[in-house]
């Protein structure tokens, strides 16, 4: 799990504290016509982090205070489940876990199902959703933010969780739970919650018990601190072949089929063709170049070898018409027809001795008339 950097940061200690708005507008305590025995607004809470290799274990300790305006005396009066204490007198407490897996993926997702729920739990209200084809899912967004969701044939619950400080010990979360019907859905609750760090286990356990009297919650609520077992309730703790039914550390047990891939063999043909294409395109522009290269090459050896054989002595303003004429003559002495060949040009080089004075005129006519 711990290959994305957010679980680092988020394993450890918190309390908290929770305000529930129902339809995203009112307060339990505070809805017309309505009075609730436990106050909602806030609620108090502790949350333990744990991961070990691919596993995942979240435990939340919630607790409510008594509402003064409830009246217990009145007919028909109906307890909270679990709730052992008496009307009044002992606030409530239950515990509420979450127990997930690494994929193969290996991003820092987590995943569940409904085996790793606890079924209820001391002073629990049990599963929120108990839809065997539930979708549960955990992911990182960034390093500081975790996106959590539940959906089930009549419920969808998300959460995100952000750390609000540097330091990473400040934080908040917003969980909606909306019912759903068909394509449409209605939000029935939303929480909003503060987290503090914890420093350690022992200054945990003793916030617990703390708060536990302070709300005189009756025994019979309080979980076991510490836990003796992996859950609040020890004969109920998901088993090890719970686990493996995702749990890519159970290597014969992971469902995961390699996804089809993306790209069929016809993009891919037409991807190699075309680089082939461009490569030829390039190889062809480095010939033209070194090709251009070499002709310039020869050009500058052949004006260097007429200026070596040229027999003309003197500066070249000296040179007469009739001492031009005979020289280019020779040149093309082997078909007197009045322009330079190939043939011509390489009967003068190796017949007669030239001059340097005349570099300059044997390159203009070689470049402008050697055919």
Not at 104 to 132: C, K, M, N, W
Not at 267 to 289: E, T
Not at 296 to 324: H, M, S, W, Y
Request: net charge negative; with cysteine.
């Amino acid at each position: 799990i711990d290959q994305h950097p957010f679980w680092k940061d988020y394993v450890g200690y918190y309390n908290f504290t929770a305000h529930d708005f129902l339809f995203g507008l009112f307060t339990l305590d505070r809805i017309p016509g309505q009075s609730f025995q436990f106050k909602t607004f806030p609620s108090y809470g502790f949350m333990n982090h744990t991961i070990d290799g691919s596993r995942s274990y979240n435990h939340r300790y919630l607790m409510d205070e008594l509402n003064p305006l409830f009246n217990c005396s009145a007919p028909n009066l109906t307890m909270p489940f679990n709730f052992v204490g008496e009307c009044g007198v002992n606030g409530n407490a239950n515990v509420n876990e979450g127990f997930g897996t690494s994929t193969p993926e290996r991003d820092g997702t987590v995943v569940t199902t409904t085996a790793l729920q606890p079924s209820a739990d001391v002073g629990g209200a049990g599963q929120s959703i108990t839809d065997e084809n539930a979708e549960y899912k955990q992911v990182p967004i960034d390093d500081n933010t975790l996106f959590g969701s539940a959906k089930s044939e009549m419920f969808l619950v998300t959460e995100t969780f952000s750390f609000t400080n540097e330091d990473k010990t400040e934080a908040s979360a917003v969980q909606d739970v909306y019912q759903t019907d068909g394509d449409g859905s209605v939000l029935v609750l939303s929480v909003r919650m503060s987290f503090t760090r914890i420093p350690d286990a022992s200054s945990f356990e003793k916030a617990i018990q703390e708060k536990y009297n302070d709300l005189k919650v009756a025994d019979g609520n309080r979980a076991a601190i510490p836990m003796k077992a992996s859950c609040s309730n020890e004969n109920n703790c998901p088993k090890e072949e719970d686990f493996c039914e995702i749990d890519p550390r159970c290597v014969a047990s992971v469902k995961y089929v390699e996804p089809d891939a993306s790209v069929e063999a016809g993009p891919i043909v037409g991807i190699v063709v075309a680089a082939f294409a461009v490569l030829i395109g390039m190889l062809y522009m480095v010939h033209r170049k070194k090709m251009k290269e070499q002709a310039e090459r020869n050009q500058a050896v052949f004006a260097r070898r007429i200026a070596e054989t040229i027999k003309l002595e003197g500066p070249t303003r000296d040179l007469t018409p009739e001492a031009l004429a005979e020289e280019f003559k020779k040149v093309d002495s082997d078909c007197v027809d009045g322009t330079i060949d190939k043939k011509g040009t390489y009967l003068s080089l190796y017949s007669h001795v030239f001059s340097r004075e005349v570099i300059i005129f044997s390159f203009y006519l070689f470049t402008v008339c050697f055919v």
